[in-house]
């Protein structure tokens, strides 16, 4: 079973950046894709950016140039470092793992972080 862990999260003027981190474990479980998502109070879960095991990465239009995902597999950690920073970037953000390479609606992923807050403040 996928275990997932995410840190990094905290509050920065708008701006500034942050690193997330997402710890992964498969313990034998299958990930094809993985990514990152965010949710802030009153919206729906929305895609901010992911990776499939062949490396390809895409983004949010909302955060693409700004965000870079990356995986460092020796240490089994996701990243995403998210620069220039705005108030509309505040949320909760999740990593997820899915078993399908090309995953891209939440209900694909089956395995999630508990999430780290994030909060931009103008």
């Known amino acids: 079973q996928v275990q997932l862990q995410e840190s990094g999260g905290g509050s920065v003027q708008s701006g500034g950046s942050l690193r997330l981190s997402c710890s992964t474990s498969?313990?034998?479980?299958?990930?094809?894709?993985m990514g990152w998502f965010r949710q802030s109070p009153g919206n729906q879960r929305e895609g901010v950016a992911r990776r499939d095991s062949g490396g390809q990465i895409e983004y949010a239009d909302s955060v693409r140039g700004r965000f870079t995902c990356s995986r460092d597999d020796a240490k089994g950690t996701l990243y995403l470092q998210m620069n220039n920073l705005k108030p509309e970037d505040t949320g909760m953000y999740y990593c997820a793992a899915s078993r399908y390479r090309y995953a891209y609606d939440p209900l694909d992923f089956h395995a999630w972080g508990q999430g780290t807050q994030v909060t931009v403040s103008s």
């Open positions: 498969s313990n034998g479980d299958t990930i094809a894709s």
